[in-house]
């Protein structure tokens, strides 16, 4: 029950809210402050966006210092206002001259980076502004480790204010510092009208008289869309794909080029972007699995606060009303019945509308959690049983004191950086850094999903919606701090080996804990050879003297189910030889535990710089990165389905005693794209520095993100350094642009590891250094197949053996013969015969002969 003290309620009862402004095309003429904090000149960021110095707003500036960040991150989408600093000592205050009474968007940017003048993790700081609470106590560094995100976005809407200044006060906690890096001041028209009350059909929340701060604006269905492609005021919206509650996905459509979107006369352009309204997801065309499921997102959000729940709607498959009905729940509580869009939008093709919700959460056991979902109208009989939703916003209502903080995510204890920026937190010891570290590194999306499944998986999807579990979150990308289920199981029951039966098709060898314990002498610490996100990894000794890699789960953590579920269901379908081997898996006693094929020689990263190891020499190079390559091929060509590896790097291929290299750490791999597409649409998951830059760009996955990073790790090969290395002048940090740099100077020779350059002949080097560059070409269709670099890999080290030696055909004829040769592949899942099939594709360029 919602006390009357939460929230003031308007007993009006309405069922659908529209602008009662004019038939604006877009936001109304606005006046907007865009301040790089810290800095001392105006700059354009890489939209074209003109920030403007800080201190002329700041009132007293005397409480604060300016700091440049020491490093830039490649996820940053610029280096405005991101790289430059104030930070605050005591409390300041920003003032900002406005026009009453409109709404502002503001909006605060922060990068926790190392700063040469403080420590950002000891920083934490308030905000106030008129007399709303938006920001206590708010650590950019703890929510930047829990979300695994580089830089952190806090946006808010403040009600509209009848002074002509506005006024943001910052304040450090007690003892310790605060920074901010942007802060962006924009007037907006008024968007919030009020929105009915899940549960109280007579009674609804007017928000124009609220703050509310922005948790997740979602394009469901579509793709992410910047700030400077929305509909004049500059929100971004991203992909809904990780909040989808189970496997039950429905299917995304697209508007037709010849259906036009149109606005009616009394909802302006601004409410929603046109891409917002032109993409969709919808449940499916088989009505008989519609009705047994329901199409359900999951948010994680704050305990004790009112949301307005804004869902936007456009019908441009249908055309007659009563074609499509669904039911709309909100927290397991109706909050629609029988919603028809054509119905909505006067039977009009192509036309847009939204509806706005407002929902109470209180605290309750565990993570508190918003869902959304959708299932047919059945007593409706519409003529398709099916729900469709092409935008999703939520909004945080501020309490009756004016506050709308909330606490910091909570990092797991687990979560360690390595040496190196990167995009997801990762452990890193020489031979887990690949089995292990990899696998949590920023599993953003779908982790958490699957943890939400482990709690709920006993429960039916009812028509109504039951209450289930996710955590989420908005800007820059997903929020994940937790991770929940139940404790380290998959069903949270004992018995694990009828759940390991049931993943990789069955093919994954079940062991007996006590197998487990004895095999590492009940898991002692003298056989520990790494301790990761997952847990700890063990040498250990199974079937009478076969050395295993024993990867062991914390009992006390609530992280890693999907992680275990994948790498038992992707590797036990998967046999080749330059792939990690999984050999089994125990699952007793709320323990997930993974044995893999002992790799004695460890991870490729160690062999080749920060390490005590003897240097490889450049033929070994050479036949690692081949045998990292076939292994990448196969994935992409030779399974069943085209499996896109997306976390390539050095620390992920692994070598055995005899130096064989092999892929490993396929807790990020996703299917990739069907026949009838070109790319999966999904969030941006991998490490930085390897990341392929259009998929950062686009959000659009494709194989082709693999050739990238694999051209990462060419590189780093070849030059035998870290692929960012900030301690090194500006133009040396990344590897990729002074690789480049140097490619396009003709002065390569000068960055080659010393302890190979001796070796490399000037032929092999020259098809070497062309196939890494071609991998790292900006755009996807540029760069060549796995296929074609695995054999100009093959066709380097012949030349290296042979380099006054006939070429052996025409590259462009052997393009077109590897195409060709291509086609023919048909690998099975289990066999075992792969490599021998790999190495007959491409016997003529080892042993050459006629084609």
């Known amino acids: 029950m919602i006390s009357k003290n939460h929230i003031f309620f308007s007993l009006i009862f309405t069922s659908f809210f529209t602008f009662k402004s004019s038939n604006a095309s877009s936001a109304p003429n606005s006046v907007s402050f865009l301040l790089a904090c810290g800095s001392r000149a105006a700059a354009t960021d890489a939209s074209g966006r003109k920030w403007v110095p800080d201190s002329k707003f700041l009132t007293n500036s005397e409480n604060s210092i300016t700091a440049t960040a020491q490093s830039q991150d490649p996820s940053l989408p610029s280096s405005i206002p991101y790289m430059t600093a104030r930070i605050f000592t005591s409390s300041s205050t920003y003032t900002f001259p406005v026009s009453p009474p409109n709404r502002h968007w503001v909006r605060f ?30 650590s950019a560094s703890i929510t930047s480790q829990a979300l695994t995100q580089a830089y952190i976005i806090k946006e808010f809407s403040l009600n509209p204010i009848q002074s002509s200044s506005l006024n943001l006060t910052i304040t450090p906690k007690t003892g310790a510092v605060a920074f901010v890096n942007g802060i962006e001041v924009i007037s907006m028209p008024e968007i919030f009208q009020p929105g009915i009350m899940v549960g109280f059909s007579d009674q609804s929340i007017d928000t124009k008289n609220y703050t509310l701060q922005t948790m997740f604006r979602l394009n469901v269905g579509g793709q992410y869309i910047p700030s400077t492609s929305d509909s004049g005021l500059s929100r971004i919206w991203y992909d809904d794909s990780p909040y989808l509650y189970g496997a039950a996905l429905g299917i995304t459509s697209e508007a037709e080029k010849n259906v036009t979107i149109r606005y009616p006369s009394n909802l302006p352009e601004y409410i929603a972007p046109v891409d917002v309204y032109r993409t969709a997801r919808t449940m499916g065309p088989t009505a008989k699995l519609n009705l047994n499921y329901n199409l359900t997102w999951v948010f994680q959000v704050d305990a004790n606060f009112t949301y307005l729940v804004r869902l936007h709607f456009c019908e441009f498959q249908l055309s007659r009303t009563n074609q499509r009905a669904f039911d709309i729940f909100i927290n397991n509580q109706t909050a629609q019945l029988a919603a028809d869009v054509l119905a909505w939008a006067d039977s009009k093709k192509g036309v847009p509308v939204y509806k706005d919700f407002a929902v109470y959460v209180g605290e309750g056991n565990g993570g508190e959690e918003l869902w959304v979902a959708l299932h047919p109208s059945v007593s409706m009989k519409p003529e398709f049983y099916d729900a469709i939703l092409n935008g999703l916003e939520i909004f945080k209502v501020n309490d009756t004191s004016g506050n709308l903080a909330g606490p910091n995510p909570v990092p797991s204890g687990l979560q360690k950086k390595e040496q190196e920026p990167r995009s997801f937190a990762q452990s890193k010891s020489s031979y887990l850094g690949a089995i292990i570290g990899g696998v949590f590194s920023g599993l953003v999306g779908f982790g958490l999903l699957v943890g939400v499944l482990v709690f709920l998986n006993s429960k039916k999807c009812k028509t109504g919606g039951g209450k289930k579990s996710n955590p989420s979150g908005w800007l820059p990308l997903y929020r994940r701090s937790q991770s929940f289920g139940t404790k380290s199981t998959i069903s949270g029951k004992s018995s694990g080996s009828s759940q390991i039966s049931t993943l990789g098709g069955g093919l994954c060898r079940h062991f007996s804990l006590s197998e ?52 038992i269901d992707l590797l036990s379908k998967l046999r080749h030889r330059h792939l990690v081997s999984l050999i089994g898996a125990c699952e007793e006693e709320e323990e997930m535990i993974l044995v893999y094929d002992y790799m004695a020689n460890g991870t490729l990263r160690e062999h080749l710089y920060k390490s005590q190891k003897p240097p490889l020499s450049w033929k070994q190079r050479l036949e690692i990165c081949i045998g990292a390559a076939r292994g990448l091929h196969y994935l992409h060509t030779g399974a069943k389905y085209t499996i896109i590896h997306r976390d390539v790097k050095t620390t992920n291929i692994l070598l055995d005693e005899k130096w064989v290299a092999k892929v490993s750490d396929f807790g990020l791999s996703r299917t990739g794209p069907t026949l009838s597409q070109t790319h999966v649409t999904t969030v941006v998951k991998g490490s930085f520095g390897y990341l392929d830059p259009e998929y950062f760009r686009r959000q659009q996955l494709t194989d082709k993100s693999d050739v990238y990073s694999f051209g990462v790790v060419l590189f780093e090969v070849l030059c035998g350094r870290s692929v960012l290395n900030p301690s090194l002048p500006k133009d040396q940090v990344s590897l990729v642009d002074w690789a480049l740099f140097n490619d396009r100077n003709g002065t390569i020779d000068t960055i080659i590891d ?38 100009n890999l093959e066709y380097a080290l012949q030349l290296q053996d042979n380099p006054d030696g006939p070429k052996v055909v025409a590259e462009q004829k052997a393009n077109d013969a590897f195409a060709m040769q291509s086609k023919l592949l048909s690998f099975e899942e289990e066999g075992e015969e792969t490599e021998d099939s790999t190495n007959a594709i491409f016997s003529e360029i080892v042993n050459p002969r006629g084609r």
């Open 109 to 138: 940017h922060f990068y926790p980076s190392s700063y040469s003048k403080f420590n950002t993790s000891a920083a934490y700081l308030s905000v106030i502004s008129n007399g709303f609470t938006l920001l206590k106590n708010f």
């Open 754 to 791: 010393h302890h190979i350059k001796a070796e490399t002949s000037h032929e092999c080097l020259n098809k070497f250094v062309e196939t890494a560059v071609k991998c790292l070409s900006d755009q996807g269709i540029e760069r060549p197949s796995m296929g074609s670099v695995l054999w």
């Open 516 to 567: 487990i314990k004895y095999a590492t002498n009940s898991f002692a610490e003298s056989v520990v050879i790494g301790v990761g996100g997952f847990g700890k990894v063990y040498r250990g000794i199974i079937d009478g003297g076969v050395e295993v890699a024993i990867k062991r789960s914390n009992p006390s953590s609530e992280q890693g189910v999907h992680e275990f579920q994948t790498e």
